[in-house]
């Protein structure tokens, strides 16, 4: 199946999970090519090596791209007329979104010619929020095309206009997570309608072996205010009390990592917490491979079922989190994982210190957190799944196109 993979970047740090799904799909035989609304990042040759994607083809946005969208609007000025109505008419209250949506406008000019000129059998948007601009011009042009809608946290936290519109007329709308679907119904979709798509993991065969270093905790994220990372610091903190040895690693670069450098230090952690700065994604999981723990209290709005902790609970990672929408879909509190209220350090860490306190229910909690990653959110019958959506879909369309 040839596909068209639409995102706003590629590759992008903080989105591993990206390539997960587009190296599963590369496995399953399918043809894909990303394309681009914004240039590439920097290290972005070398993030895609790093992920194994270095010979993906992926058309990025451009300067180039933007005047050579501003001569197809002359040219086409149907699409272009068409475009600039919907912009108009949906986001003229939120000027934000109108003068965000103008400026990509060209950019989905130019993305709707390439999409003529490669023909895939499949358009996803990888992100619904501004990528809809282009999916409705799929819909108008190019009909019998595939055409699929995915809608994440951030997609509805962002609660862009044509995003809703384009939800309301796709014939595929995805979502990864049942906790989603309040959200999307209040933009007029019925839940009904939308299909649950986790996001998944790579799932070595032979899972992951119980060798693990006592007492070595991981804190895996973005070192952003949102993920709170300090409240995971404080917990450790708190959790040495009980447990003198344990000690800490702070995978991830960001915002955060000085202050929580200096918190370190106030907190006296000394030689207990290495920062580890940006550590590539296949080392990170050698890292959880002989972590025992791994920390997160995110509060962010949008925080979803993360890849880090499903990655952690493949290599049998004693996983605490922080309730956040949706997370009982990933953890069974006491079950699969720890969960706790955010904010809420004291209590964490004496949950955790009980737990490691026994050893052999900390080993059965484990077990079960693998086994859930590998039979739930292995991503390649996820993406086999999607396949036959598209297939599906696909059928459906040469079906009314018959009719």
């Known amino acids: 199946m040839k596909i068209a993979y639409v ?35 920097p290290r972005a040759a070398e993030m895609l090596a790093e992920r194994g994607l270095a010979d993906l083809r992926v058309d990025q946005g451009s300067a180039g791209s933007v005047l050579q969208g501003l001569l197809l609007a002359v040219l086409k000025p149907a699409d272009a007329g068409y475009l600039l109505a919907m912009i108009i008419r949906h986001c003229w209250r939120r000027p934000m979104h109108l003068a965000k949506a103008l400026a990509l406008a060209p950019r989905s000019l130019v993305l709707l010619q390439r999409i003529a000129a490669l ?27 595939a055409l699929s809608q995915f809608l994440g946290a951030y997609d509805l936290e962002e609660r862009f206009a044509p995003s809703a519109r384009l939800a309301q007329r796709v014939r595929l709308l995805l979502t990864h997570a049942k906790a989603n679907l309040p959200a ?23 899972l992951p072996g119980p060798a693990k270093q006592p007492g070595l905790m991981v804190i895996a994220e973005r070192l952003v205010p949102q ?14 009390r009980a ?21 370190a230090a106030e907190l006296e952690l000394g030689s207990s917490v290495s920062f580890l700065g940006h550590v590539p994604h296949d080392q990170a999981l050698g890292h959880l491979a002989e972590a025992q723990v791994l920390l997160t209290m995110s509060q962010s709005p949008s925080e979803r079922l993360p ?20 997370i009982e879909e990933l953890i069974e ?13 004291e209590a964490a860490a004496r949950r955790l210190a009980s737990l490691l306190a026994d050893a052999p229910a900390a080993d059965q909690m484990a077990d079960r957190a693998q086994a859930c990653v590998a039979e739930r959110f292995n991503v390649d019958r996820l993406m086999a799944d999607r396949l036959a959506q598209w ?12 009719g």
């Open 7 to 41: 995102t706003m970047q590629f590759p992008v740090a903080s989105e591993t999970f990206a390539a997960v799904e587009l190296r599963a799909l590369r496995r399953l035989g399918a043809e894909v090519t990303v394309l681009t609304y914004r240039a590439p990042p």
């Open 119 to 145: 023909r895939p059998e499949v358009v996803h948007l990888f992100w619904g929020h501004y990528p809809s601009l282009l999916g409705l011009l799929v819909q108008r042009r190019l009909p019998a095309t």
């Open 184 to 206: 999307i119904a209040g933009l007029g979709v019925d839940p009904e309608q939308v299909r649950i798509s986790y996001r998944g993991v790579e799932v070595p065969d032979p």
């Open 227 to 240: 993920k709170r990372s300090a409240d995971a610091l404080r917990v450790f903190a708190t959790l040495r």
């Open 243 to 263: 447990l003198p040895e344990a000690r800490l690693r702070v995978l991830g670069a960001g915002p955060e990592l000085q202050p929580l450098k200096d918190l």
């Open 307 to 326: 890849n880090a902790l499903k990655e952690a609970m493949l290599r049998r990672c004693v996983c605490l989190s922080a309730r956040s929408p949706g």
């Open 333 to 345: 509190d006491g079950v699969t994982g720890l969960l706790v209220e955010a904010g809420d350090n």
């Open 391 to 402: 297939a599906a879909l696909r059928r459906s369309g040469a079906a009314e196109g018959s």
